[in-house]
Nanobody
Framework: QVQLVESGGGLVQAGGSLRLSCAAS????????MGWFPQTPGKEREFVAA????????NDADSVKGRFTISRDNAKNTVYLQMNSLKPEDTAVYYC????????????????????WGQGTQVTVSS
């Protein structure tokens, strides 16, 4: 059974930074792509970033390019999301997720291609 546990959320002023972490249990973490998806009340989960199983390839949403960076440490079974220059519109619960496909060649921005999800961590950016 795969479990994902996010941490690192909190309250920060606009322009500030946070680093989210997602620790994964279970084997084969290093063989699956990972993604981060924020969600606000009443809205669908959105895509912000994904990283391939090897860590070589990443994919970011246009809204966070140049501000957010996804990375992973396969030795620690952990994926990170470094969030800089935060804006009030970044406020959301941030979920990490694991891809369904073993060693998918390309990362995906579609939530339906991820089948394991964490419980989420709240990020609140004040103006």
């Amino acid at each position: 059974q795969v479990q994902l546990v996010e941490s690192g959320g909190g309250l920060v002023q606009a322009g500030g930074s946070l680093r989210l972490s997602c620790a994964a249990s279970g084997r084969a973490f290093s063989s699956y792509a990972m993604g981060w998806f924020p969600q606000t009340p009443g809205k669908e989960r959105e895509f912000v970033a994904a990283i391939s199983w090897s860590g070589v390839s990443t994919n970011d949403a246009d809204s966070v390019k140049g501000r957010f960076t996804i990375s992973r440490d396969n030795a620690k079974n952990t994926v990170y999301l470094q969030m800089n220059s935060l804006k009030p519109e970044d406020t959301a619960v941030y979920y990490c997720a694991r891809d369904t496909w073993y060693q998918r060649p390309l990362t995906s921005s579609l939530p339906q291609r991820y089948n394991y999800w964490g419980q989420g961590t709240q990020v609140t950016v004040s103006s």
